[in-house]
């Protein structure tokens, strides 16, 4: 068990696969905003972009993977943002979240094809990155950098303790067949420290912080 933490999975997550029900997809949603509340993700997500304030002034959010729209309208009440923008591949996700909260600004694209704002910007992940590999993760840092935007990601650490505490978890009956599949295997997906290390170094970052937070959690906060 302990080795097959050793390398990432490859295996595709369910939400990642076409033709998932749309009243799947909106409750697993509800999923994640149980995980982030309860087990720290909200609390990671605020702590990184905090020490990304203290290094820059910042006028406007961009979340890319933005799901349901839950963390980057926290994130701008937090801060008194008023410009923040989600931005994810999914129609679903985004239909979600723009009725959650119509008053923040969500599309359905790619991230290479938003334009972004030249300055004051911060670029914000959560649980978006394990989802890519080391390759496309190179790539989504290296557009970040040409955007000349600050960076802070927030995903899970890869270990057996981490994928324990959420496999138990998952046990409960009322969490969705997605959660279930999904939530173990994320663990395994997740990149590790010296990964982080040897991709932000590919992309050409050498200011770079990578924090372990509660939960098993990191925290890379990232600029050019």
Same mark, same amino acid.
């Given at each position: 068990? +302990?080795?097959? +933490?050793?390398?990432?999975?490859? #295996?595709? #997550?369910?939400?990642?696969?076409?033709?998932?029900?749309?009243?799947?997809?909106?409750?697993?949603?509800? #999923?994640? =905003?149980?995980?982030?509340?309860?087990?720290?993700? @909200?609390?990671?997500?605020?702590?990184?972009?905090?020490?990304?304030?203290? %290094? %820059?002034?910042?006028?406007?959010?961009?979340?890319?993977?933005?799901?349901?729209?839950?963390?980057?309208?926290?994130?701008? %009440? /937090?801060?008194?943002?008023?410009?923040?923008?989600?931005?994810?591949?999914?129609?679903?996700?985004?239909?979600?979240?723009?009725? %959650?909260?119509?008053?923040? /600004?969500?599309?359905?694209? =790619?991230?290479?094809?938003? &334009?972004?704002?030249?300055?004051?910007?911060?670029? $914000?992940?959560?649980? +978006?990155? =394990? $989802?890519?590999?080391?390759?496309?993760?190179?790539?989504?840092?290296?557009?970040?950098?040409?955007?000349?935007?600050?960076?802070?990601?927030?995903?899970?650490? &890869?270990?057996?303790?981490?994928?324990?505490?959420? @496999?138990?978890?998952?046990?409960?009956?009322? +969490?969705?067949?997605?959660?279930?599949?999904?939530?173990?295997?994320?663990?395994? &997906?997740?990149?590790?420290?010296?990964?982080?290390? =040897?991709?932000?170094?590919?992309?050409? @970052?050498?200011?770079?912080?990578?924090?372990?937070?509660?939960?098993?959690? @990191?925290?890379?906060?990232?600029?050019?």
């Amino acid at each position: 068990m +302990f080795n097959s +933490f050793k390398n990432r999975s490859n #295996e595709q #997550e369910f939400m990642d696969m076409p033709n998932i029900p749309v009243k799947d997809l909106y409750k697993k949603n509800k #999923e994640l =905003h149980w995980v982030n509340q309860y087990l720290g993700g @909200y609390k990671a997500s605020i702590f990184g972009v905090s020490q990304a304030f203290k %290094k %820059k002034s910042i006028t406007k959010i961009i979340d890319v993977g933005s799901g349901g729209g839950d963390t980057l309208a926290i994130l701008c %009440k /937090k801060f008194k943002i008023k410009d923040g923008q989600g931005i994810d591949s999914s129609d679903v996700a985004t239909q979600c979240a723009s009725e %959650k909260y119509p008053y923040l /600004k969500f599309h359905t694209n =790619h991230y290479k094809k938003s &334009r972004l704002p030249k300055e004051k910007v911060l670029i $914000h992940t959560a649980l +978006f990155n =394990h $989802h890519l590999n080391p390759e496309e993760n190179i790539a989504f840092l290296k557009w970040a950098a040409q955007n000349s935007a600050i960076l802070v990601m927030n995903d899970l650490q &890869r270990n057996i303790w981490a994928w324990l505490g959420i @496999y138990t978890i998952q046990l409960w009956p009322s +969490f969705s067949y997605l959660f279930k599949n999904d939530a173990p295997l994320s663990v395994q &997906r997740a990149h590790s420290f010296s990964e982080w290390k =040897h991709m932000l170094k590919l992309a050409g @970052y050498t200011n770079y912080s990578i924090i372990k937070k509660p939960m098993f959690r @990191y925290v890379i906060i990232a600029s050019i």
